[in-house]
């Protein structure tokens, strides 16, 4: 029997995560803001979604289709949200309104303490108590192919989902296992599903400090291919500073290359390949173009939602990070913009006290409205 799930978004994401659970079986309603209207009319001209690649295959009709924040969630069991970070706000300010108390709220597209933010952001626009939960990485690896189009390059083998206040986690785990066609657990909390993300680790290092050849319009550019042995050392030295942020929090952290492993088999053979030959040898992943511009999630996300707060929890826990900071002032320079102030600090996830018990007392605060 399948649930009444709602998707949030409709970029490459969402429409996956919309056409493999419509395809599973499951009753899906895809929600995308007014002003973002066009992205659901090719949708409604093609007559639903077509994907292709890893996850499931064929023309995906969902249930529902709309820009009507509350006919979107209502009723829902679930819902997935599948939108960049600097998209939260808009997002929580349409659907929070029209929540439920107790309704089920996972995060699908997270970075560097998403969801203890995007529980101020609901706490702000007066929105119900959800269970809301966050899971450490996209479940798929896809680019879109049309309007209405994706191709699934990859698709995890396991992720893990954690709840704030984190005594929810087992019950979204619980949840989001019937619901995808891989394996759900719960993490201990938010904070190491911060830590599990590795698009931090990967994506700023790779478009800054290929700034030449992406700015180029002769060349085109394969981020993942193009990881040579001194980009890869900077991403190892990010590696092994958010690897002692979890020490310093008391969560063991894995390596990229032990993430990679985990979710998509690479490495198999050599049980674990190190970080910079699980970008080089994914078979999943080199073939990923892009970015062909520093304008772009690499770095307009990543730095601000992924190294920012890693950086701001460094300083809480008494961790130096100074692979992390460097990052930040490049990327700073690189677009005149001052991404510690713009971007995800501890206040911003209600975390009053810049000291490690505070980070580990607000993953386990119950009450949004406190």
């Known amino acids: 029997m399948g649930q009444k799930i ?8 969402g429409l996956t995560t919309t056409a493999d659970l419509t395809l599973q079986g499951h009753d899906v309603t895809l929600f ?8 659901l009319d090719a949708i409604r001209k093609n007559g639903g979604i077509d994907i292709t690649g890893a996850a499931s295959e064929g023309h995906a009709e969902p249930t529902t289709i709309t820009s009507d924040p509350e006919e979107a969630v209502a009723d829902a069991e679930l819902v997935i949200q599948v939108v960049p970070n600097f998209a939260f706000e808009p997002f929580a300010e349409a659907v929070g309104p ?12 997270a970075n560097t303490m998403s969801a203890l933010e995007y529980r101020e952001i609901l706490k702000n ?7 809301l939960g966050e899971t450490p ?17 990859g698709i995890k083998r396991e992720l893990s989902v954690a709840g704030v206040p984190s005594k929810h986690s087992s019950q979204l785990a619980e949840l989001l296992d019937e619901v995808f066609p891989f394996t759900i657990t719960a993490a201990e909390n938010v904070l190491e599903t ?3 993300n590795a698009n931090p680790v990967i994506h700023p290092v790779g478009a800054l400090l290929n700034a030449g050849e992406i700015e180029s319009p002769e060349d085109e550019y394969y981020l993942y291919q193009n990881v040579t042995d001194s980009i890869g050392r900077v991403m190892s030295k990010v590696d092994e500073e958010r690897i002692r942020l979890g020490e310093a929090l008391g969560l063991e952290v894995k390596t990229v290359g032990e993430l990679f492993h985990d979710w998509y088999g690479i490495g198999e053979h050599e049980f674990y390949a190190t970080t910079v030959n699980s970008l080089r040898t994914s ?8 970015p062909d511009s520093l304008d772009h999630r690499y770095v307009t996300e990543d730095v601000p939602y992924g190294l920012v707060p890693l950086s701001e929890m460094g300083s809480a826990c008494g961790v130096e990070t100074p692979t992390i900071d460097s990052l930040i002032q490049l990327a700073e320079d690189m677009h005149h913009t001052d991404y510690r102030e713009e971007g995800r600090t501890l206040a911003d996830c209600g975390v009053a006290d810049t000291d ?8 386990t605060r119950q009450n949004v409205h406190a």
């Not at 995308?32 to 992205?39: A, G, Q, V």
């Not at 626009?125 to 269970?131: D, L, S, T």
């Not at 990485?137 to 390059?153: E, F, I």
């Not at 078979?283 to 892009?290: A, D, E, K, T």
Request: proline share 4%.
């Open 32 to 39: 995308e803001l007014p002003k973002f209207e066009s992205n």
């Open 137 to 153: 990485s996209l479940a798929y690896a896809v680019r879109k192919t049309s309007p209405s189009g994706v191709n699934v390059l």
């Open 356 to 363: 490690r018990e505070a980070l580990l007392s607000v993953v």
């Open 98 to 109: 029209y929540l439920e108390e107790g309704q089920a709220f996972v995060l699908l597209s």
């Open 125 to 131: 626009v007066g929105a119900e108590e959800v269970r």
């Open 283 to 290: 078979s999943i992943h080199g073939p990923i173009q892009g």
């Open 194 to 196: 911060s830590l599990f």
């Open 6 to 13: 709602t998707v949030l978004g409709a970029g490459a994401g």
